[in-house]
C-alpha cells in the first residue's frame, strides 16, 4: 500500500498563498495523486486529483514533480476558511482494485487572520 | 442532489454492547467505504462494500463488520464494545470506489463514545 509523506502542521496568513507539500516516493505508475481537506466536525471533502500534468480548479492548484515522487497542493490566497486538515492520498486507476487507500494525519493548516 | 448522510450523528454507548450506524450514499453511488477516525491514528480504513460484496477489508478485529444492501445503503457493527472504540466513523460513497477519478464523498460522521 502507497504512503504519503506530509508535515504535521503548517501556518499562513489570510490571503497569502500556500503551498502544502506531499512526498510519495513509493507511488505507483497507475496512481492518482489526490488531496482531501477535513474542515472541523466535519467529513473530509475532495479538493483536487492530478496524474502527471499540473492542474487547476476552483479550489486549488495541484503541482506535481516530473518524477512524480512529490506534490505540492497551492492555496492561492488562504482565507479563514481554509483552515483544515489537508490529506494528500494516491489512489489505483483500475476499478476493484484491492489496495487501500492510507490516509496518514495529513497537514494541519492554521490560517490567521 | 442529497449527500451522504449518517445516522446517529452522536450516541454514549457502555463497554460490552454492541453499536449498529446506518449509511446512505449519493444516489447512483454503489461502493461504501467505512472509516475510523481517532485524534492520533488520523483515518483508518474499516472496509468497502460495492454491490452489496465486501470488496477490501483493514486491519480491524472480527468485532468490526459491515454489510450493504441492494438499494446501497450500508451498515456497520461493533459488537463488544471497549473503550478504545471511541471515535468519529466516517462513511464515504463513490461511484465505483477506489479508483482514480472516483471523487469519494463522506458524511459528518457519527461520533461514538464508549464509557
Known amino acids: 500500500d502507497a504512503k504519503t509523506t506530509q508535515p504535521n502542521s503548517m501556518e499562513s496568513n489570510e490571503e497569502e498563498p500556500v503551498h502544502l507539500p506531499c512526498n510519495h516516493s513509493t507511488i505507483s505508475g497507475t496512481d492518482y495523486i489526490h488531496w482531501y481537506r477535513q474542515l472541523p466536525s466535519q467529513g473530509p471533502e475532495y479538493v483536487i486529483h492530478g496524474l502527471t500534468s499540473n492542474v487547476n480548479n476552483r479550489m486549488a492548484s495541484l503541482a506535481i514533480a516530473e518524477d512524480r515522487k512529490s506534490s505540492t497542493l497551492i492555496l492561492h490566497r488562504a482565507t479563514l476558511r481554509d483552515a483544515a486538515v489537508y490529506y494528500c492520498?494516491?489512489?489505483?486507476?483500475?476499478?476493484?482494485?484491492?489496495?487501500?487507500?492510507?490516509w496518514g494525519l495529513g497537514t494541519s493548516l492554521a490560517v490567521n487572520p | 442532489k442529497a449527500g451522504v448522510t449518517q445516522t446517529p450523528r452522536y450516541l454514549i454507548k457502555t463497554r460490552g454492547q454492541q453499536v449498529t450506524l446506518s449509511c446512505s450514499p449519493i444516489?447512483?453511488?454503489?461502493?461504501v467505504s467505512w472509516y475510523q477516525q481517532t485524534p492520533g491514528q488520523g483515518l483508518q480504513f474499516l472496509f468497502e462494500?460495492?454491490?452489496?460484496?465486501?470488496?477490501n477489508k483493514g486491519n480491524f478485529p472480527g468485532r468490526f463488520s459491515g454489510r450493504q444492501f441492494s438499494n446501497s445503503r450500508s451498515e456497520m457493527n461493533v459488537s463488544t464494545l471497549e473503550l478504545g472504540d471511541s471515535a468519529l466513523y466516517l462513511c464515504?460513497?463513490?461511484?465505483?470506489?477506489?479508483?482514480?477519478?472516483?471523487?469519494?464523498?463522506f458524511g459528518e460522521g457519527s461520533w461514538l463514545t464508549v464509557v
Open positions: 444516489s447512483g453511488h454503489r461502493s
Open positions: 492520498i494516491l489512489s489505483p486507476r483500475n476499478a476493484g482494485n484491492n489496495r487501500k487507500l492510507i
Open positions: 462494500y460495492f454491490s452489496e460484496t465486501q470488496r
Open positions: 464515504a460513497s463513490s461511484l465505483e470506489g477506489q479508483k482514480s477519478g472516483n471523487t469519494i464523498y
